[in-house]
């Protein structure tokens, strides 16, 4: 490699590495975490066997057999020679076990408490809870939820309290009381037999489209040529103020538009001179909702456009300006002649790039609606959102949160190779075909 | 022998740095053992101070022992609950949750299947004293597939709630007043008498438009009080399966409907500021409502209210139809000991737990939030007795209280509800419509583990 090709790559370095760690390596994850059945209750990490009531009655619906069921569901303690020997080889005091094997010796206790309690009853027992329990725990041939880190411990200790199971029946019982997560193509017959995803996409549409077309590129337009034509520095302090919305800390933002739309907020008070009654003009009504919605990010996307939009008009030569005023053009004419036409580029990038970023944006709606009311405002973005990360009963569903993310990295690939063949992306970047 | 040598004085010197080390006071062992609390605000503040004060204990007991520990508590405290659900549960994932957990008692159940708490009953003594005191039936709350996962940190019941100067105004005599958690009990007063009397209320101008029943403004097991008003079930202990019964969710989410439809209800209710709630509550300004028995502390501190008795008369929620079942719901809170930390720590942890739920130090809480008490000899504990609040609370609403089931699927079974509700509540959806989209939810999310009535 030649030494501009080494600095090309070194300055490309960080850029790359970034984009694989926040990017390549967030997306490959989702697409594997939206194939499991990962949540709250099974954890992120390997699972552990654990055998409970609830799954033994499962498997006896099943056809698992009745006596092996019956044992299993026993939490039984024996003091016989073997616990006794396993206990002495641990290290437990040797007056104790003696005590033990005269007093209790081949005896069964159904259950921890009651052994424990005839444990108290000896007077060379261990002193302290803990080392009474860690005694104890040498006599449990009991699996009732207890927790086996491999099927193999879980086998051994099946056998230990003597209970013989068939093959099938021990293949049931460990794939069962597995507590981990497992692979399963689940979440996505999930996501398409649900009614909710079909409204969560149309509200994704909706929000995507009116914001899209009204502010981020509609109102961007506005400012623009308004900001063009518009003396130097009027033109900047309007471009100042309509920055303001996207420099802002989020929360605060959306705090003014609540304090602006809410029952006890500004538009009430003013309406409520002209004897409208005061109302939460933001959550009354889904129409409400969206309005506000629409409102609150556009003011925030419309600046990007703005800027954009501002530099390419500055960026058409003055002459073809004065021309047009020298023919009569009105500005309406010089808008529609000039300015758009050379606006085309802009246009496509702005269009191409704020449909993503609204697709995946969702704070200013989790601030302002949180969805609500109801589900009216609840995007895609939010309800993944919703499922995985935050809601009130903190069952917290990740495998599922995953492949409603998946769904939106497909859309976005989908959307970025559509847009770049409509408006014939090649061109831009085809190489000139004068000489150099 | 005269001069003593080189390696000898080195090694004298050596014993002098020794001798003296050794006398310097060190701990046999320290302690940092950190508690966090979800839904508590300022009078709950007992719930992690209690393990401090065990602390204290337990340092005394050691040092009695002849060990000397030193335990230092990190307590942290989160006002709602998706958060703080949030923050264990991720923090459990990369090991470090806190040693010591307060949440509800619903979360033992996927907390469990994850491993993330550890049992109670391997790490303290079932039999001894404070939890041999503790009420049998708020340890089965707090235990999970036959085992004892917490200790009950607190309890509570949800009544209704009845403004008495409104229920004066519009034609109740004293003795009605006195009467009414009677006919509550008995299934003769149902809640369409409820919307009946929000309603003449609003008309005589007590109170403005949609205060006249003013239910909780954000999700809670509150509602499924309701569900339980029209007969629904949430469990079937028998077979171990969640129960979604149609008709009664449909009859509950009409009955909010036909609130919002009367006018004495908010169609956008749901989502108005707590702080808000809270004080107009307090002050008259709603005829209605519902809430927990720790509203008590809200109202006569914070909202500053000086005659609860006489301003305010309550009872169970009642029933949906007459004849049928007023009930409420209680929440307690539980103490977990989670996954974090060596099993050394675990069982210290677990002793604080022990310690905090003596009847003395529980009291504590119990009267400063106005909870309930988890033991039998609260009872006679006199700062307890002597509270005329928790008393009569206990006695009108426990004996009809029951709790949600500890199951992992409930939390689903929650939020599917809770989304049925806010569509119906909002118009956005029938009550009819809202039911038959719940069920299909259900049976797609949670299949075999709900039944289908």
């Known amino acids: 490699m030649t030494r501009t090709q080494w600095l090309g790559a070194l300055f490309l370095a960080p850029a790359v590495i970034f984009v694989m760690l926040f990017f390549l390596a967030p997306v490959m994850l989702t697409g594997v975490f939206a194939f499991t059945n990962m949540s709250t209750a099974t954890g992120i990490g390997s699972g552990v066997h654990r055998v409970t009531p609830s799954i033994l009655k499962e498997l006896a619906a099943k056809g698992m057999d009745r006596e092996a069921v019956e044992t299993l569901s026993r939490a039984t303690f024996r003091v016989d020679s073997r616990s006794i020997a396993r206990a002495r080889q641990a290290g437990q005091d040797p007056a104790f076990l003696a005590e033990l094997e005269q007093r209790h010796g081949g005896q069964s206790f159904d259950g921890r408490r009651a052994f424990e309690r005839a444990l108290k009853r000896l007077s060379a027992r261990p002193r302290s809870v803990r080392a009474l329990k860690q005694a104890a725990a040498h006599f449990e041939l009991n699996i009732l939820n207890r927790s086996f880190e491999t099927p193999q411990a879980l086998v051994a200790a099946i056998l230990e309290a003597g209970i013989t199971l068939s093959t099938e029946d021990r293949t049931a019982l460990v794939a069962a009381s597995y507590t981990g997560w497992t692979w399963t193509t689940d979440n996505f017959r999930r996501m398409v037999g649900s009614e909710d995803t079909a409204t969560v996409l149309v509200n994704t549409i909706i929000y995507v489209f009116f914001t899209l077309i009204l502010f981020n590129i509609g109102f961007a337009l506005v400012l623009a040529i308004s900001t063009f034509y518009l003396p130097k520095a009027q033109a900047t302090v309007i471009r100042a103020i309509w920055f303001l919305p996207r420099i802002s800390p989020p929360v605060l933002y959306v705090l003014l538009w609540k304090w602006l739309a809410w029952d006890t907020g500004f538009l009430s008070a003013v309406l409520g001179v002209f004897g409208v009654e005061a109302r939460n003009w933001m959550l009354d009504t889904s129409v409400n909702a969206w309005v506000f919605v629409v409102l609150i990010n556009g003011f925030v996307g419309a600046s990007m456009g703005m800027i954009l939009f501002s530099s390419a008009i500055r960026a058409i030569p003055q002459p073809l300006f004065w021309a047009s005023q020298v023919d009569g053009a009105s500005r309406w004419q010089q808008v529609r002649r000039i300015i758009l036409p050379q606006l085309r580029w802009p246009i496509l990038f702005v269009t191409s790039y704020q449909t993503l970023s609204l697709l995946t944006s969702f704070e200013y709606i989790l601030l302002s609606t949180d969805g609500g009311p109801g589900s009216s405002t609840e995007v895609w973005a939010l309800a993944a959102y919703h499922t995985a990360l935050n809601n009130y009963t903190g069952n917290l569903e990740y495998g599922y949160g995953a492949t409603l993310a998946l769904v939106l990295v497909a859309i976005g690939v989908v959307l970025s190779l559509a847009y770049l063949r409509i408006f014939n992306f090649d061109a831009l970047v085809a190489r000139p075909r004068i000489e150099t | ?453």
């Open chain 2, 1 to 453: 022998m005269g001069h003593i040598g080189q390696t000898m004085q080195r090694l004298i010197g050596i014993a002098t740095v020794a001798a003296g080390l050794a006398a310097a006071p060190s701990f046999a062992a320290e302690y940092a053992i950190s508690v966090w609390a979800g839904g508590s605000n300022i009078n709950d503040i007992y719930r992690v101070d209690a393990i401090e004060m065990a602390a204290d204990i337990l340092t005394r007991e050691a040092a009695i022992r002849g060990k000397d520990i030193k335990i230092t508590v990190d307590k942290k405290t989160y006002s709602g609950w998706a958060d703080f659900k949030q923050a264990v549960t991720l923090a459990a994932e990369s090991a470090k949750a806190p040693h010591i957990v307060v949440t509800g008692h619903e979360d033992i159940a996927p907390w469990a299947q994850a491993g993330i708490i550890r049992k109670i009953e391997d790490l303290v003594d079932m039999d001894a004293w404070p939890i041999n005191d503790i009420f049998p039936n708020l340890i089965e709350i707090s235990s999970f597939e036959g085992a004892v996962y917490g200790l009950p940190q607190d309890a509570e019941a949800r009544p209704f709630f009845f403004w008495i100067p409104h229920l004066k105004e519009i034609g109740y005599s004293e003795a009605e007043i006195a009467a009414l958690p009677d006919k509550v009990a008995k299934g003769e007063y149902t809640l369409y008498d409820v919307l009946e009397d929000a309603k003449n209320i609003q008309d005589k101008g007590l109170v403005a438009e949609g205060y006249g029943f003013y239910p909780r403004v954000s999700n809670g097991p509150d509602y499924w009080q309701f569900y339980q008003s029209f007969g629904g079930e949430m469990y079937d202990a028998a077979r171990g399966k969640l129960v979604f019964d149609k008709a009664a969710m449909t009859k509950f989410y009409q009955f909010f409907v036909d609130a919002v439809a009367k006018g004495v209800t908010r169609k956008n209710h749901i989502g108005t500021d707590w702080g808000q709630w809270y004080s107009e509550v307090a002050s008259g300004k709603a005829g209605l409502w519902h809430g927990g028995t720790w509203h008590y502390a809200r109202y006569t501190g914070k909202e500053g209210l000086t005659d609860f008795f006489g301003n305010i008369q309550f009872t169970l929620i009642p029933a949906g139809e007459k004849g049928g079942r007023p009930n409420t719901i209680t929440h307690p809170m539980v103490y977990l000991v989670t996954n974090r930390g060596s099993d050394d720590e675990a069982f210290i942890a677990a002793e604080l737990v022990m310690i905090a739920s003596e009847p003395r130090i529980n009291t504590l809480h119990a009267i400063k939030s106005a909870h309930l008490g988890i033991a039998k000899s609260q009872m006679s504990i006199g700062l307890y007795s002597n509270d005329r609040w928790t008393s009569e609370a206990t006695k009108r609403l426990l004996p009809y209280a029951n709790a949600m089931p500890n199951h992992t699927g409930f939390g689903k079974y929650w939020t599917v509800m809770w989304n049925g509700l806010k569509a119906a509540w909002t118009g956005q959806k029938s009550a009819q419509q809202a039911a038959n989209d719940a069920e299909a939810e259900l049976k797609n999310t949670l299949g075999d583990a709900i039944v289908i009535r």
